[in-house]
């Protein structure tokens, strides 16, 4: 079974704090996803990245910056936290169709 | 912009009844899919649609694409509480290394 896992839960952040959010897939996919989700707007393309070292903009970059330093880790990075990031965030990872999601982590930004 | 409109967003049907979810898209593309998300949990794979034309089942939901009508539906029949979730569609075009577009979801509740 493809497993995709994410390193925390739940998080709780102070505005301004500089969060790391880690995403690893244990199925050697070319392509992983960052998506957030708030209610009434389903989920929203952050970022996401078709290969080791390479990033491509989703929807709602701004914020936001990822790394792919190896093929089975993408990590979300909030430069400076604040409270409109507050969210459930949701990684994910194809080879080409059908992606695979992770559990998801639920982030407060107070 | 590739828009994904899935209705109705709020349904609750009683147990044993048939509906159906709608989901229009306005690009084109010959790939949609269906998740199921159960309250504080990920997505759930469903179905993955990938040709016009296609139908697929599972238990009480079958799920069909029209790509010419940029139209999926997810058909329940014979409803039971276990099938109160949110059910999502999304679509990729194929440009964004496989990115999904999602709506914004249709949540149900199956009452006795």
């Known amino acids: 079974d493809v497993k995709v896992t994410q390193s925390s839960r739940y998080l709780v952040k102070r505005t301004g704090e500089k969060v790391f959010l880690e995403c690893v897939q244990d199925m050697d996919h070319e392509n992983m996803f960052w998506y957030r989700q708030d209610p009434g707007l389903g989920l929203r393309l952050i970022y996401f990245?078709?290969?080791?070292?390479?990033?491509e903009k989703g929807d709602i970059p701004e914020g936001y910056s990822v790394s792919r330093e190896k093929k089975e880790r993408f990590s979300l990075i909030l430069e400076s936290a604040s409270t409109n990031q507050t969210s459930m965030y949701l990684c994910?990872?194809?080879?080409?169709?059908?992606?695979?999601f992770g559990p998801g982590t639920r982030l407060t930004v107070t | 912009e590739l828009k994904v409109e899935q209705n109705p967003l709020f349904l609750s049907m009683q147990e044993g009844k048939n509906y159906t979810i709608y989901c229009n898209y306005s690009?084109?593309?010959?790939?949609l899919y269906w998740y199921r998300q159960d309250p504080g949990k990920s997505l759930e794979s469903l179905f993955v649609?990938?040709?016009?034309?296609a139908v697929k089942q599972e238990g009480r939901l079958m799920a069909s694409l029209d790509t010419k009508a940029r139209l999926s539906t997810l058909h329940i029949t014979a409803a039971v509480h276990d099938l109160s979730a949110t059910y999502f569609c999304?679509?990729?075009?194929?440009?964004?290394?496989?990115?999904?577009?999602f709506g914004k979801g249709t949540s149900l509740l199956v009452t006795p």
């Open positions: 994910a990872s194809s080879s080409r169709f059908e992606q695979y």
């Open positions: 649609l990938l040709s016009n034309g």
């Open positions: 999304a679509v990729d075009i194929g440009n964004s290394g496989y990115a999904l577009n």
């Open positions: 690009t084109t593309s010959d790939r």
């Open positions: 990245s078709y290969d080791v070292k390479m990033k």
